[in-house]
């Protein structure tokens, strides 16, 4: 099992709620990252931090925001959700590889959030 | 898709018989990684293989990797129903990011 944990696991909420999806690792993993996906698809990475106050978006842009104020947390928030952000979102976490590699990520388990 | 095919995307098989999964990828790479993903949980790793390894055993798990074709595969042996899930491989680039592909989706029928 994973130490990574997120939550909410579920989430309805109507347009126009701010929302924050929570993050934690007790790995002490440098790098995390937030994937969005959709039932049945691929996964699109949205924002990843390689440490404390290192943020970088990925290669889907998003609406949502990223901080990193502690090694061991990374809230995603939306300050103004709407249906368009229905999706699942997975966290994850990865020990620094040699000359910047990525190895294995760990993942949570996902907040699924709908947006009505 | 950001990285490449998979395929297929979706297979279905009797319990005891072999899966393969192939996997393309369309820039050079530093690894492949190989992941699973039961229904509405997270991705957990299966296996790493290097650019510079051609292939790797874990358990009943064999992957290729030949980076003339920038392809992959999975091989499953002496599938159970519990191996059902999707698969997804992912390209791992000096950049440190992860890209993954579109994943399959296997069922193993008991």
């Known amino acids: 099992e994973a130490d990574i944990y997120q939550t909410p696991r579920y989430l309805v909420i109507g347009t126009g709620k701010k929302i924050t999806l929570e993050c934690s690792q007790t790995?002490?993993?440098?790098?995390m990252y937030w994937y969005q996906q959709d039932p049945g698809m691929e996964l699109h990475l949205i924002h990843y931090?390689?440490?404390?106050?290192?943020?970088e978006k990925g290669d889907l842009s998003s609406e949502s925001t990223v901080s990193r104020i502690r090694t061991e947390h990374f809230p995603l928030t939306l300050e103004s959700a709407r249906p368009s952000h229905t999706s699942q979102y997975l966290c994850a976490s990865s020990e620094n590889g040699r000359g910047g590699k990525t190895g294995e990520l760990f993942f949570g388990e996902g907040s699924r959030l709908t947006v009505l | 898709s950001q990285q490449g095919e998979e395929d297929p995307q979706a297979l279905s098989i009797q319990e005891g018989e072999n899966a393969t999964m192939n996997c393309s990828y369309k820039?050079?790479?530093?690894?492949l990684q190989w992941y699973r993903q039961n229904s509405g949980r997270g991705l957990v790793h299966l296996i790493l293989i290097r650019s510079n390894e051609r292939e790797k055993h874990s358990g009943r798990l064999r992957v290729t990797l030949d980076t003339s074709k920038k392809s992959s595969s999975l091989l499953i042996t002496a599938s159970r129903a519990a191996d059902t899930a999707s698969y997804f491989c992912a390209t791992g680039r000096n950049t440190g990011k992860l890209i993954f592909g579109q994943g399959t989706t296997l069922q193993v029928k008991p």
């Open positions: 931090s390689y440490g404390v106050n290192s943020t």
């Open positions: 790995m002490g993993h440098d790098k």
């Open positions: 820039t050079s790479i530093n690894n």
